[in-house]
C-alpha cells in the first residue's frame, strides 16, 4: 500500500523558513495537499494541488512536489505557525503522512 | 460560510455500534463528495470513508470494510457513518470533511470539529 513519510519534528526560528518534506513513491505525479492542525483543533487546508493557497492562507505559505517528495515552506514563521502539519495524497485511497510537529524557538 | 457539524460520538462496549451524522450548512452539500477522517488520542489523521454527491459510490478503509457504512442524506443535507462491530482500535475522533472540487485533486477544503467515539468496557 501507498505510504507517505514525514519527519516527526522539525523545528525553525522566529522570522525563519521552515522546510516540512513528505516523501513516497513517484509523489510527484499526484497532487499534494498540506494540512495544518493545532492542538485541540480540527486540521485546516494550507495547500492543495501541490502549490495553490486556499483564500485566507497567508502568503508565507508555499509549497511545491517533484520526483518522489513534496514540501511544505513557511517563509518568516512566526509562533502562531506553531503546528502539526500532515501531507496527503490520493491513491485509491485518500493517505495521509504521519505528521510533522513544527517547533518555533 | 461553510459549516460540518459532527454529532453522535461516545461511549460504546466492544462490539456495539453508534451512528455519527454530520450536518452541513453554507454549501450546495448535493454537489460535493464528503469523507470521514478519524484521530485516535495523541496519533495522526487516517483516512475511514469516502461518499460521492448522490450516495452511489462508496469506498473504506480495510481497517473498516464490512463494520463502518457511510451515506448521506441530501434532502437533509446530512452525512452518516454508521459503525458496528466496535473494537478499543476505532477509539478516535471522527471528522467529516469536504471534498475539494474535481479540478483542484482530492483533498479536504472542510472539516467539521470532530466527534470522539470511545470504545472500552
Keep these: ?105 | 460560510e461553510v459549516q460540518l457539524v459532527e454529532s453522535g460520538g461516545g461511549l460504546v462496549q466492544p462490539g456495539g455500534s453508534l451512528r455519527l451524522s454530520c450536518a452541513a450548512s453554507g454549501f450546495t452539500f448535493s454537489t460535493f463528495w464528503m469523507h470521514w477522517v478519524r484521530q485516535a488520542p495523541g496519533k495522526g489523521l487516517v483516512w475511514v470513508s469516502r461518499i460521492n454527491s448522490d450516495g452511489s459510490s462508496t469506498i473504506y478503509a480495510d481497517s473498516v470494510k464490512g463494520r463502518f457504512t457511510i451515506s448521506r442524506d441530501n434532502a437533509k443535507n446530512t452525512l452518516y457513518l454508521q459503525m458496528n462491530s466496535l473494537r478499543a482500535e476505532d477509539t478516535a475522533v471522527y471528522y467529516c470533511a469536504r471534498e475539494t472540487i474535481a479540478a483542484a485533486g482530492i483533498g479536504l477544503d472542510y472539516w467539521g470539529q470532530g466527534t470522539l467515539v470511545t470504545v472500552s468496557s
Design chain 1, 1 to 105: 500500500s501507498y505510504e507517505l513519510t514525514q519527519p516527526p519534528s522539525v523545528s525553525v526560528s522566529p522570522g525563519q523558513t521552515a522546510s516540512i518534506t513528505c516523501s513516497g513513491d513517484k509523489l510527484g505525479d499526484k497532487y499534494a495537499f498540506w494540512y495544518q492542525q493545532k492542538p485541540g483543533q480540527s486540521p485546516v487546508l494550507v495547500i492543495y494541488q501541490d502549490t495553490k493557497r486556499p483564500s485566507g492562507i497567508p502568503e508565507r505559505f508555499s509549497g511545491s512536489n517533484s520526483g518522489n517528495t513534496a514540501t511544505l515552506t513557511i517563509s518568516g514563521t512566526q509562533a502562531i505557525d506553531e503546528a502539526d502539519y500532515y501531507c496527503q495524497a490520493w491513491d485509491s485511497s485518500m493517505i495521509f503522512g504521519g505528521g510533522t510537529k513544527l517547533t518555533v524557538l
